[in-house]
């Protein structure tokens, strides 16, 4: 059997038709018990501080895997929980990992040294739910007063809070997780609760609109290149504080016209065209040919400069004539991926910031689910287990986790459903409805964000064993999945969103 990484062949005819590739589950689980139950390789050494960012994704790999309970004890996934509340800041939030932890020698001298990171708090939050936990023993009050402190006047948010001071990025990855961290623990409700003030909505979403960019993307900050990580953190984000347009949640492009206060994405048309124009069959260094004026000008050899030059014309009739007058033999679309921005290489982790930006927004179908998970299956997947940013490349936990939730989004029987904006198993999604006391702040609704969609409907919670177990524990209520993230001073970068950005 040739390797999964061996390059297509100049020979191969046009549209010659592959085996189907095959999702390796026996693999990928060994891969993702070997990062819980054994130490990780030292390149991962200068990551101790985001060991928060990796617990999220290693407990919530296993739980898409369906294999968390059947592959851990109970009192071993209680002592994740408890790790992760050992990570609890006093004054509300969670660390990134317990090496600022002064304990019982913390003063107002070294406090500095150990705040709580935003990003952290999410993957905690989330973890936690994976794990099945009931955040009873989140500091709620103090969590949520600290939130809205992280809370820049432009309306974006910083990552932590120093003396009093707001430090770390502001783009919308820390947007995505401050709305993640306020959805949890209070849903949608506007306006204070439990006696703690809210963040301010109107200008968080403000500030994300002053992101957009002329050509549909979000990018980390006005006038700077839209970028496919940013745009999901914004769109999810938007949807945490239901300020996405009536347009993302209809097929229908004639939809009225928004009228919710500062609804978010001011062009959703252009949003989901620049969106689909991330799917690319430029795939490695090799297939980076200039094909401009050539033969091979086509929408399948050169997807992005076709839909970038002509937004308003994709696809365009000439580009379509095109390609099915002349198909090219050597770029034949048997795998397309996707890239984060205009003219670069495909990379697994977009598949899911694209696919599931997508998704989000009820648009999945415009991308070619079969082509990306070919490249998905054929291309990055590794022997080993897990997936590789590019062919060729050894897996990492980033990838391989991204690599998951994307053929889940696009339903990969061996994987559970994924709720897209959490970025958790639909199970692990739902379990946040069934928190006693969030129900008593946001009443039976739920607190908004109560569509899934309907691929994740009636699926996930009753699969596999994990849900006769949870159902013991929870008094019938089914339980989620969990997260991750990093930072010990100010100054330290955090692992979701370095990770998610770094990629190209
Ligand atoms: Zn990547």
């Known amino acids: 059997m040739p390797s999964p990484f061996s390059r297509l062949s100049p020979a191969l005819e046009p549209h010659t038709q592959l085996a189907e590739p095959s999702f390796d589950t026996k693999r990928h689980v060994t891969y993702w018990l070997r990062c819980l139950k054994t130490f990780l390789p030292n390149v991962y050494t200068a990551n101790d501080s985001n060991r928060m960012t990796f617990a999220f994704f290693v407990v919530s790999a296993l739980d898409l895997l369906d294999c968390l309970v059947p592959h851990t004890t109970a009192a071993e996934r209680e002592g994740y929980a408890q790790w992760i509340y050992h990570c609890q800041h006093p004054a509300g939030g969670f660390r990134a ?24 708090t999410y993957f905690a939050l989330a973890t936690l739910l994976v794990l099945g936990d009931d955040l009873e023993r989140v500091k709620r009050r103090e969590c949520l007063a600290w939130l809205a402190k992280l809370q820049r006047p432009d309306g974006g948010f910083g990552e932590t809070l120093v003396n009093g001071r707001i430090e770390g990025g502001s783009d919308t990855r820390f947007g995505y997780c401050a709305t993640g961290v306020r959805w949890i623990l209070r849903g949608t409700v506007e306006g204070p609760v439990e006696g703690v003030e809210d963040v301010n909505v109107d200008q968080f979403v403000q500030c994300v609109s002053l992101s957009e960019t002329y050509d549909g993307g979000i990018s980390d900050a ?28 209809t097929y229908d492009q004639n939809a009225r016209e928004d009228d919710r206060p500062l609804a978010g994405l001011s062009d959703l048309h252009a949003t989901i065209r620049w969106l689909a124009s991330r799917q690319t069959a430029t ?26 030059v002509r ?37 697994t982790c977009y598949a899911f910031w694209v696919g599931a930006s997508l998704d989000v927004l009820h648009k999945a179908p415009i991308a070619s689910r ?53 970025c958790v198993s639909v199970a692990a999604r739902r379990c946040v409805d069934g928190l006693r006391w969030r129900r008593s702040i946001v009443g039976e609704g739920g607190g908004g964000r109560g569509e899934e969609g309907e691929e994740g409907k009636g699926e996930g919670v009753t699969k596999g064993t994990e849900r006769t177990e949870g159902t013991e524990a929870r008094g019938g209520e089914s339980r989620p999945a969990a997260p991750s993230s990093a930072g010990t001073t100010a100054s330290a970068s955090d692992g979701f969103a370095y990770m998610a950005i770094s990629g190209g």
């Open 97 to 120: 990992f317990p090496g600022t932890d002064f304990g019982d020698r913390r003063s107002a001298q070294n406090e500095c040294w150990d705040p709580a990171n935003l990003p952290a």
């Open 222 to 249: 006005p006038f700077h290149e839209a970028h496919a990580g940013f745009t999901y953190c914004a769109i999810s984000a938007l949807s945490f504080v239901d300020r996405l347009p009536h347009g993302a949640k």
């Open 283 to 308: 795939l490695d260094d090799d297939d980076e040919v200039d094909t401009n004026g050539d033969e091979t000008d086509t929408p399948s050899t050169c997807h992005d400069a076709h839909t970038f």
């Open 311 to 347: 937004l308003r014309g994709f696809p365009s009739e000439q580009g379509e004539q095109s390609y099915k007058e002349r198909p090219t033999s050597h770029l034949d679309l048997q795998w397309a991926g996707f890239n984060g921005r205009c003219n670069k290489l495909a990379d």
């Open 370 to 422: 079969p082509r990306s998970r070919r490249y998905l299956l054929d291309r990055t997947q590794h022997p080993a287990g897990g997936f590789a940013k590019h062919p060729g490349d050894p897996p990492d936990i980033y990838h391989s986790y991204l690599g998951l939730a994307a053929l889940a989004l696009m339903r990969e029987p061996a994987l559970k459903p994924l709720d897209a904006v959490m």
